[in-house]
């Protein structure tokens, strides 16, 4: 099992603020995945990074691939109410067909 | 639209009865995925079917058990439900290769009493 630690595991903040969630591990992934998760829901894609340096922008999320292919990051900027859930990296293997989870980060946004 | 249907989407079973939870996709992915995830925590990997080809975790126990009959049906069978199994099951499909990204269903909820 590769390990994926993701920090804050918990954040909790007023609307309109910035955030920002790591995701770090040792081992290099061929690709790493964003997801967002709500109660009782399958966790939904929201960007996949591949190229080590790789910044996405996703509206007011900003997705950062860290050039060793070890790290990432997920920046929010002006935070809503609506982005409240539990966010989820997973990284891929290098043969692709496998993913591992982070340990999750779950976001309330206070209106 | 494709997408990834998990049946049902609550499943009560009692404690030690055996349980299927099944999975079917329309998205023609050769690689299909079974997740388990409790409460308030990341979803772990329990195995996955490249093709026909079956890969177990290391840690995955025994009682569970995963059948996949065609391309578009994966099953996850429970010999032996306990307190412990009770989880969210959460299914996934994506195509081979580097760079591919996972796609899930919106999961089973199992409940052993």
């Known amino acids: 099992t590769q390990l994926l630690e993701q920090s804050p595991q918990f954040l909790s903040i007023q609307e309109g603020e910035n955030l920002t969630v790591y995701c770090n591990s040792s081992?290099?992934?061929?690709?790493l995945q964003w997801y967002r998760q709500e109660p009782g829901e399958g966790p939904v894609l929201l960007v996949t990074?591949?190229?080590?340096?790789e910044v996405k922008k996703l509206k007011r999320l900003t997705f950062q691939f860290g050039d060793a292919r070890k790290d990432s990051s997920l920046h929010i900027t002006a935070a809503q109410p609506g982005d409240t859930g539990l966010y989820l990296c997973?990284?891929?293997?290098?043969?692709?067909?496998?993913?591992?989870f982070g340990t999750g980060t779950s976001l309330t946004v206070i209106p | 639209d494709a997408m990834v249907i998990q049946n049902p989407r609550y499943q009560v079973t009692q404690f030690g009865k055996p349980v299927t939870l099944s999975c079917s996709q329309t998205?023609?992915?050769?690689?299909m995925y079974w997740y388990q995830q409790k409460s308030s925590q990341a979803p772990k990997l329990l195995f996955h079917?490249?093709?026909?080809?079956?890969?177990n975790e290391a840690d995955t126990p025994d009682n569970f058990q995963s059948r996949r009959p065609n391309t578009s049906f994966c099953f996850l069978d429970i010999r032996s439900p306990g307190l412990g199994d009770a989880a969210m099951y959460l299914c996934?499909?994506?195509?081979?290769?580097?760079?591919?990204?996972?796609?899930f269903g919106p999961g089973t909820r199992l409940t052993v009493l």
């Open positions: 996934a499909t994506s195509s081979s290769g580097s760079g591919s990204e996972q796609f």
């Open positions: 081992s290099v992934f061929s690709s």
């Open positions: 990074v591949v190229t080590g340096g």
């Open positions: 997973a990284g891929a293997t290098n043969t692709g067909n496998q993913f591992y």
């Open positions: 998205l023609n992915h050769n690689v």
């Open positions: 079917y490249y093709d026909k080809d079956f890969n």
